[in-house]
């Protein structure tokens, strides 16, 4: 026993540990300052002030939002199953918090004659475990759902199963060309290729507006959000939730659209990449220096496809439910195997 404990490096365990925890901590911050960016980014788009009564510009206003659910009273139906009651929020929770383990959000930082990576786990099946856990989120939603003993939150949780696992198989095959040209499943090796190949964008742009539209549905975004639609289902698959179990709900949309624009990023902008087709090596900066500039650069890219989030939603008008599902069916799933197709034999053209 003493021999496996000092066999483990203490200091890899810390270095992870605190880095779990700085991400953690961050994924928090940015999805309840995105409650407030979006409300600010409906009132410009609208001509109107949004939040502006509490602290300077309204930046308070999303503390004071979360200490109104922390304060409200907690209901919990007497029909209901308290057990899954509160295992679906939880589990919508930590599913969208799990995905952030295989982004890399920076380049290695050396600190104390060490070298530590900016990135939780480079597993080489990135990916995968990506799809598996984003697989796991609509469990959050459907035992939600059902142990509502509501058929208003049953409706809206039979909507988002469907939605997300209709759209999940889009996603997929629009990923499949992606991984022809790139020849890995692992992110941050697809993040190192686009230093030195330039960004997936430029070889993918129809596979990247496949993903993009498929990760509205995946999050539940307008025109995609037939899993509440107020004016159908009362709020559909969390209208029996209140207090922090709602809050729950509520944050872990707002982590899922964070971590979707952070996988978007590094899948096809060059994730912590700063310029496209240029070698940012001859700057001659430090080491610790580069890797702060780049994840800067991912935190930008990150925040401008949250903004194309927000400004899509207040855009374009909620679609029927036979909408949605003719668009994932009928339009995007022969899409994506059209470009995996033209990919294909363009590599095969290639090649020969």
């Not at 786990?121 to 959050?140: C, E």
């Not at 629009?174 to 960004?199: K, Y």
């Not at 374009?316 to 899409?335: A, E, H, S, T, V």
Request: net charge neutral; hydrophobic share 55%.
């Amino acid at each position: 026993m003493n021999s496996i404990l000092l066999s483990v490096d203490w200091a890899l365990v810390l270095e992870k540990t605190l880095f779990i925890a700085f991400i953690i901590s961050i994924s928090l911050v940015i999805a309840m300052y995105t409650t407030y960016g979006e409300r600010k980014i409906a009132a410009w788009i609208q001509d109107r002030h949004g939040p502006n009564r509490a602290g300077p510009f309204g930046l308070l206003q999303p503390l004071a939002d979360g200490l109104k659910l922390f304060f409200k009273e907690e209901i919990i139906p007497n029909s209901s199953n308290k057990f899954l009651f509160i295992l679906g929020p939880s589990l919508a929770m930590i599913t969208a918090m799990l995905t952030g383990a295989v982004i890399p959000w920076g380049d290695k930082i050396e600190i104390f004659g060490r070298s530590i990576s900016l990135q939780i786990a480079d597993v080489n099946i990135g990916i995968l475990y990506v799809f598996g856990v984003v697989s796991l989120g609509v469990y959050g939603i459907m035992i939600g759902a059902w142990a509502s003993n509501n058929k208003f939150s049953l409706m809206g949780g039979l909507r988002a199963a469907s939605q997300i696992i209709s759209y999940e198989l889009a996603m997929g095959i629009a990923l499949i060309a992606l991984l022809m040209t790139s020849g890995t499943l692992s992110l941050g090796e697809m993040v190192r290729q686009q230093q030195t190949g330039g960004w997936n964008f430029f070889i993918q742009p129809l596979g990247f507006l496949i993903f993009l539209i498929c990760a509205f549905a995946e999050c539940n975004r307008t025109p995609f959000d037939l899993a509440e639609a107020e004016n159908e289902l009362i709020g559909g698959y969390h209208a029996e939730y209140s207090s922090m179990k709602l809050g729950f709900y509520l944050f872990a949309e707002y982590i899922n659209m964070f971590i979707s624009s952070a996988v978007m990023a590094s899948l096809y902008f060059g994730g912590y990449d700063i310029i496209p087709f240029y070698d940012e090596s001859a700057w001659g900066l430090s080491v610790n220096t580069m890797a702060v500039l780049g994840a800067l650069a991912l935190f930008v890219k990150i925040l401008l496809l949250i903004f194309v989030f927000m400004w899509v939603r207040w855009t374009i008008p909620r679609f029927r439910y036979d909408q949605l599902m003719n668009l994932g069916w009928k339009g995007l799933i022969p899409l994506a195997l059209f470009n995996m197709l033209i990919t294909a034999a363009f590599i095969l053209f290639l090649r020969k």
